[in-house]
């Protein structure tokens, strides 16, 4: 049976600090962007500290962890330097996630079964010092059951490639992600979902009633331009919500 669980959203303000850094300087500031994405009712705060810090940088996380009351998410690569920045400032939640430098964002998701060994470690330490964590992965069997072997408590489904299909193909890519996510629940694996989520594609996978967490970031920033950010994150959530009540078959506050 599927019980109601709350749908969290994390906003990932990766993208504030990727225009702030286009020019130098302070501003924006992504810590703001935090704040106020805690006052528009975000649950939690996503930042991905990438190695060669094209957008977050090491000062953003301790601010982050320091000034904002919300959970922060950690995105970060599996990697020595990586492993020892998160044992320091001990955020809420670490998500592990592949890392390439030449790619423009997170291309796919982290492969735990070729990486199985790379990860055991880094998953154990993290865990060891309570950091929750999470493996950002393709909405493949193979790939939960060794995110479950290895240890790790949560999931993040890769959304992208639902995101970026046209026509039937959509729908296709959408049913890996609600079969996956039934696999995740079977497995006793707690399930998030994001990369590449706007207004037009968030329903269906906040309809998923075992997902409990959407990570959002480049379109809420890309929106807030247009809107502002505090109603693209108010948007968001309304969708999200819509789309869970009408799933469960309730009506929506
Ligand atoms: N989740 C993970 C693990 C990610 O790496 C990213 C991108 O940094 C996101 C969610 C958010 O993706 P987007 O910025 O496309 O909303």
Do not use: W
């Not at 704040?35 to 528009?40: E, N, P």
């Not at 991905?48 to 996380?61: A, Q």
């Not at 020595?80 to 998160?86: Q, S, T, V």
């Not at 968030?202 to 929106?223: D, K, M, R, S, Y």
């Amino acid at each position: 049976m599927i019980t109601k669980r709350p749908l969290r959203l994390g906003v990932n303000i990766d993208h504030v600090a990727t225009i702030r850094n286009a020019r130098g300087g302070r501003h924006p500031d992504p810590v703001r962007a935090a704040r106020l994405a805690a006052q528009a009712g975000a649950d939690g705060i996503t930042a991905h500290l990438r190695e060669d810090r094209r957008h977050i940088g090491d000062e953003d996380i301790a601010r982050l962890v320091h000034e904002i009351d919300l959970p922060l998410n950690l995105e970060m690569a599996a990697t020595p330097e990586m492993l020892g920045i998160a044992l320091r400032h001990k955020p809420h939640a670490a998500c592990v996630v592949p890392e390439k430098r030449t790619e423009v964002t997170t291309e796919g998701g982290l492969d735990v079964v070729a990486g199985a060994a790379q990860l055991e470690p880094v998953i154990a330490a993290l865990a060891g010092a309570g950091i929750r964590v999470s493996l950002f992965i393709d909405p493949e069997k193979r790939q939960l059951d060794m995110a479950k072997r290895l240890g790790a408590p949560v999931v993040e489904l890769h959304t992208g490639a639902y995101c970026e299909a046209e026509g039937t193909r959509r729908g296709f890519e959408l049913e890996r992600i609600v079969t996956a996510a039934a696999h995740a629940e079977a497995l006793g694996l707690e399930c998030h979902a994001g990369h590449g989520l706007g207004f037009e594609t968030v329903a269906p996978v906040a309809a998923i009633p075992t997902i409990v967490e959407l990570n959002i970031g480049h379109f809420l920033v890309g929106e807030a331009i247009f809107g502002g950010l505090d109603s693209a994150i108010k948007r968001m959530r309304a969708l999200m919500q819509e789309a869970r009540a009408a799933a469960l078959g309730e009506k929506s506050a």
